[in-house]
């Protein structure tokens, strides 16, 4: 069973679009801070790998079973945000800037880079008390490597998760333009140690090429990356992701028909290709190939990488997404040529026209097993497949109510891996084909959760782990649809988070997108809000700007949820408190 399994009851296929609501109701509260916000150090000075980590960690932690948020400020305080009425007390002294998460109901965990600290916090007065500190551990670096500060990235009671970005130094060869053939320069590989500490105490140390994105700790914890864990090693390279392959075929839909597109050499003929059609299944294969001499080359014909799958029977018996009507469904075989300059290309195309039995339902996908993006035109996505061109988005946003999806429309998340790690450092990665596209997580509120949304189709579907760290099924809760989509047009905003308001049948989708303010900071965010009510066919949506009216409020650090479901926002100089963003 994969680790992702879709129920296909919540699917909504008749989905139409996301409706723009008013910002009737919908208020925005400035507070200005006692001391600005720390902003995580010199962030000029850091690689893209460590700012994504910086940002999957957001600044503003809310505190579980009360209405107060805590954060660092600039001198190095640990200080707690009260919104009603509005608050701010100093609490921890670190001095350093530190990051800081929640370990359990009355306990923050803070770490400065070299000492860990559990501080107790009191709700009520306000006040913290120092319960326990230790050292970060000493991972010995190799060579001329170079190591960030230790920053908390998961605690679960005393089990602490701690990262840090290493840098190793590289000598790399660029002729380039003018320049001398075999010009030397220097060149940084960026990975991450990741140490588990149980009361203090180093548990476990392993590395990854990309930022952790999930971690779900124990005597046995499961950890989610763009990239499978790895050992630590005297000479650490980095696990880099498999190459990611082009698709075998594509295809597009109408309400009453599928149609695939397999590019095969031009070299075939009709009489080499075998199909067959069955109510629920399709077979595509190839005649049987003569035995020949070949001489192997540098070059491969095109499409042969499609040519060799049907030969090794890969579409064999595949079974399909929903049924077919057989006696409607058919093949055709055609030669078609496309330019590039001048030079002519001649590539054999093979469609497969599929009868759909269930007319007006939309499938997510044709075969089971495979994601494998729908395309508008097959024949203009064969061209792009072969090099010949690109699609490029036009001027103005993106809409759902386009008559088809382009090729850009899948490139919404990131990779996501699961990797099982046991108490002894043992890795045991998850299968490469139960890899996943992460969307958005859960936006940080006073109710820990672990919930992720992932990437479906078009669709996005949020998922739970299993009730114990483990490489187990996740279970589908709740379909959002439509978002990936959206998603993909909005590929500057971060973060992305989802949030169920208490008694409400849906979950709320939210994003901030940076743009430029008619403030004197002249940068500012806008925030794109989707909600979609059970059983309907239409969602709503809501887009408004974050403080535009206040001037020099600075980066925005980090978003959290209030008990009562308003949204409030971490700038550098000022708390920010919406309500009535949610829909309910």
């Known amino acids: 069973m994969p680790l992702f399994p879709v129920d296909k009851a919540q699917l909504r296929p008749q989905f139409a679009t ?14 200005e801070l006692p001391v600005r916000a720390a902003t995580q150090g010199n962030t000029a000075a850091l690689g893209y790998k460590e700012l994504k980590a910086r940002a999957m960690h957001g600044a503003l932690v809310p505190l579980p079973a009360s209405a107060l948020f805590a954060y660092m400020d600039i001198e190095g305080w640990v200080t707690l945000a009260s919104i009603e009425p509005p608050a701010f007390e100093r609490v921890y002294h670190v001095g350093a800037f530190a990051t800081l998460c929640v370990a359990d109901e009355r306990t923050l965990v803070v770490c400065d880079g070299a000492v860990v600290a559990h501080v107790a916090i009191d709700p009520t007065s306000m006040r913290a008390q120092e319960t326990a500190r230790y050292t970060a551990p000493d991972v010995p670096l190799q060579g001329d490597e170079h190591a960030m500060p230790w920053r908390i990235a998961v605690a679960s009671g005393a089990d602490i998760l701690l990262e840090r970005a290493r840098r190793k130094a590289q000598t790399g060869v660029t002729p380039g333009l003018g320049a001398p053939s075999g010009t030397r320069h220097a060149q940084t590989q960026t990975y991450f140690d990741v140490a588990m500490l149980r009361t203090g105490q180093l548990v476990w140390h392993v590395v990854t090429d990309e930022p952790v994105a999930f971690a779900s700790l124990g005597d046995t914890s499961v950890l989610g990356a763009e990239t499978p864990l790895g050992p630590p090693a005297t000479s650490v390279q980095p696990v880099t992701p498999p ?9 597009s839909q109408t309400e009453d028909t599928v149609t695939v597109a397999l590019a095969l050499p031009a070299s075939l003929t009709k009489h080499d290709i075998r199909v067959h059609f069955s109510p ?10 003569p035995a020949k001499i070949t001489e192997l080359d540098a070059t491969t014909e095109p499409h042969s990488t499609t040519e060799d799958a049907l030969r090794q029977g890969t579409y064999e018996s595949r079974v399909l997404w929903d049924q077919i009507n057989v006696g409607e469904s058919l093949w055709t075989w055609e030669n078609v040529q496309t330019r590039t300059g001048s030079e002519t290309h001649v590539t054999g195309l093979l469609t497969l026209h599929l009868a759909k ?18 395309t508008l035109d097959p024949s ?20 759902l109510l386009n008559d088809g999806l382009e090729e850009e429309d899948a490139l919404a998340g990131t990779r996501f891996v699961l990797s099982e790690v046991h108490a002894d450092g043992s890795i045991r990665p998850a299968e490469p084909s139960d890899a996943g596209v992460l969307l958005a997580r859960a936006a940080p509120s006073n109710v820990a959760t672990s ?46 988070y989802f949030y169920k308001v208490p008694g409400a049948a849906a979950s709320n989708v939210f994003a ?3 743009r430029q303010s008619s403030s004197r900071s002249g940068l500012g965010h ?45 700038f550098e100089s000022m708390l920010l408190v919406i309500d009535h963003a949610l829909f309910t």
């Not at 629920?280 to 190939?289: D, E, I, P, T």
Request: charged share 20%; with cysteine; glycine share 8%.
């Open 18 to 31: 996301y409706r723009l609501t008013s910002e009737d109701g919908l208020t925005q509260r400035c507070h």
């Open 243 to 251: 190459a990611r392959d082009l698709p075998p075929y594509t295809w």
């Open 280 to 289: 629920k299944a399709l077979s595509v294969s190839l005649a049987m190939q």
């Open 357 to 374: 039995a269930h007319e007006g339902t939309r499938w997510p996908q044709v075969l089971e097993g495979d994601d494998i993006a729908e």
């Open 380 to 399: 203009e996505m064969l061209m792009m497949l072969e090099g010949l061109e690109k699609y490029t988005e036009g001027p103005g946003s993106s809409s």
């Open 451 to 496: 919930h992720l949304l992932f990437k479906y189709d078009v669709d996005g579907i949020i998922y739970a782990p299993p009730a114990t760290p483990t490489l187990a099924p996740w279970t589908p809760e709740e379909v959002v649809p439509a978002i990936s989509y959206v998603l993909a047009s909005k590929r500057d905003a971060h973060p992305v």
């Open 512 to 514: 901030f997108e940076p």
């Open 526 to 570: 806008n925030a794109f809000v989707y909600y979609t009510p059970p059983g309907s066919n239409d969602g709503v949506s809501r887009v408004f700007r974050l403080a535009d009216h206040v001037q020099g409020a600075g980066a925005l650090l980090g978003v959290g949820v209030s008990p009562d479901a308003r949204l409030v926002c971490l």
